[in-house]
C-alpha cells in the first residue's frame, strides 16, 4: 500500500529551466528512436480491468444534413435536416471508450435533472457503465450541438454554464466514489474545466487512491495543476503543456525539459503527451522519453482522441499491462477515433482488427515459440489449424497442389520445414539444394500457406504434439502408412487427411531428369 503522505502547499513550479531537468531524471536526453508501436504478441484482457472515471459530463449531439443552397435572406447555407443523433461527451465519452474496450467501468459526475441529463443516463445504462451520476436540481447538463453537412462541421453550439460546484454536490460525489477506489483499479479524473474536479475534491481524490494502493490519471486542464499532485500519469496535449509551461519555442526539447520538470514538481510518475498527427511521448522518471509515431490513417475528426488515449491507458494498467505496451496501444486506438467522424469511442473488435491486421503483415518464417503464440491467437477467434511438413527441396507443381489442397481443410496452414541438416540425414549428404532459408522464403511467398517453422529433427513429431493441429494433411502415398503424428491429433479430436499426388513429379525425379539432360553431349 503507497503511503498516504503527500505535501501540501503552493510550489514554485519549476517548468523553464533546461539544467534542472537534466540535473534531476534527464528527460530532456535524446528520445529514444520512434516507434510505430511496441510489439505485442497479443491484447490485454480488458474485461479484468476495473476504472473510476470522475468529471465533467457532457451530451454531444449531431444534427446530420445536407446543404444545396444559399439562403435568400441572409448570406449563409440552408441545411436539411436528415437525422440527429446523441452520444455520450467528456468524462462520460472516457467511461464509453472504457465500456467499448470492455473493461469494467463506473462513472461519477453532474448532470442536470432535464431532458439530455435523462438521455445520459439512458445512454450509460445501454453501455453497461455503472452510473453514479448525480442529477443536480437547478443545473443544465452540458449539451455540444454540432451542424454537420457533407461530413464538415458547420457550427457547433455550446450549452453550458461553467462555475463550481457546491461544497455539498462535491461530498456527495466523493461518498459515491470512495467504495469504488479499491486496490488494482485505476481512477482517471477527466478534467474539462467545467467546475467538478475543484482542487479540494482532487486531492481528497487523490490521497484517496494512494491510501487504497489505485493508479491515478488524469487528463490535466486549465493552470492549477497542482490539485493533481502525487497522480501517477498526466495525459495533455501539446497545446495544453504549452500553455501551462509557458513555453513560447515549438522546439521538441523544449517540451521535453518542461514535462521532466513537471514531473519533478508535481511528484508525478509518468506524463503521457498526445501530439496529434505526431503520436504521442511516453515520459517516465530516470529513463529517456519513448516516441510512439502516429499511425499512417485518413483523418475525418479529432474529436475525443484524447478521451480513447486516456481510456486505453486505463484499460491496459488495469488490466497487468506495462506502461510502454499500454502507450503503444493507446495510439493504435486513437488512430481509429480519428478516422471516425463525430464523437465515437473505440470497440474491442475494431482494436482488436487492427492489431491482428498488423500481425498478419509480419514475416511467416517464425520461431517455435512465436509460432505458437500465433496459433493460440487463431484459436482465440475460433479458427481451424491445418498443419503438413516436408523437405520442399526444388518446389514443384505436386507441392503446390498439396499446399493449396491443405489450406482448403481450415483457416490457416502452418508448415513444418525440415531443416538443413534433417534433410540431410534424411536424403544424402547432397541435399537440400537450397538452403532452409530459401526454402521457407519460397514457401512463406505462397498465399495458401500462414506460417513456417523450420524443425531440425527427422520427423515433426514434436512440433505436432507442441501445435495439436486440428487438420494433419499428407499426400496420399503415405495410405496404408504409419503417419507420424496421427495418434496426437486423433486424440485431441482432430483428423488426418490425404491428398492425392501429382503421378511423376518429385524433387529426386527432377533431379534425375536434370542430371540425364547435363550429361547428353550439345
Known sequence: MRSEEHKEGNRERKTGSREYGEKHHGAVSRPESTVQNPKLTRLPDFSSARVVVVGDIMLDCYVWGRVSRVSPEAPVPVLQCLEKTMVLGGAANVAANLAGLGAKVCLAGVCGRDAEGTRIRSLLKDQAITDLTLRVKDVSTITKTRIMAQNQQLLRIDQEKIEPVSEETEGLVFKALQDHITPGSVLVLSDYAKGLLSHGLCRRLISRSRASGALVLVDPKGQDWEKYRQADCLTPNFDELKHYARIDSDREDSFFSAAGNILDSLEAEKMVLTRGSKGLVLFQKEQPPLAIAA?????????????????????????????????????????????????????????????????EKEGRVVTLKAGLNRILQWRERKQTVVFTNGCFDLLHPGHIKLLQTAATQGDRLVVGLNSDGSVAKLKGPHRPLLTQKDRAAILAALESVDLVIVFEEPTPLKLIEQIKPDVLVKGADYAGKQVVGREVVEACGGEVVLVDLEEGLSTTKLLEAIKKTNSRPD
Open 295 to 359: 499511425r499512417a490513417r485518413e483523418v475525418f475528426d479529432v474529436s475525443g482522441a484524447g478521451d480513447t488515449v486516456l481510456a486505453a491507458l486505463a484499460a491496459c494498467l488495469g488490466a497487468g499491462s506495462g506502461w510502454r505496451e499500454a502507450a503503444g496501444i493507446a495510439n493504435r486506438a486513437a488512430g481509429i477515433v480519428v478516422g471516425k467522424l463525430g464523437t465515437r469511442p473505440v470497440q474491442h473488435q475494431e482494436l482488436e482488427n487492427d492489431f491482428w491486421a498488423d500481425s
